[in-house]
């Protein structure tokens, strides 16, 4: 009897991995499945519309200065929406933007001597 108990515990292990093997595979297939019918539409639509998700430096600045405009209506006096704002003018070559900007923290800070000496800086490259 010991033989056939062998013999029916090494056919039912078998049996379990084939099927172990069976349910990788159809999960498997499934994953893979739902990753490609996922993809193509994007894929599709990246053919038909190639740039509409491409956002330019430009315009990534520009969204900035429109963020820290927010900011100043409700804090007009906010340090670090007036200094982004210096720096992001200077990125869009705006240079009399960005002059009023660091005009307006020399008002609010004048302990500050870094914001006056590029005001100074500004006003000689501007004259």
Do not use: W
């Amino acid at each position: 009897m010991p033989n056939r108990d062998e013999e029916y515990l090494t056919k039912r292990r078998q049996q379990l991995q084939l099927r172990q093997r069976i349910i990788t595979l159809v999960s498997f297939l499934g994953f893979t499945g739902s990753i490609v019918f996922g993809a193509v539409p994007v894929i599709q639509q990246g053919i038909q519309h190639p740039h509409s998700g491409i956002i330019s430096a430009e315009d990534e600045v520009r969204q900035q200065v429109r963020d820290y405009e927010l900011v100043l209506q409700r804090e007009p006096q906010n340090q670090k929406a007036l200094e982004q704002l210096y720096f992001l003018h200077l990125k869009l070559n705006d240079f009399k933007g960005s002059m009023v900007f660091m005009e307006k923290l020399v008002k609010l800070h004048p302990d500050r001597q870094d914001y006056k000496t590029l005001l100074v800086r500004m006003k000689k490259l501007e004259g």
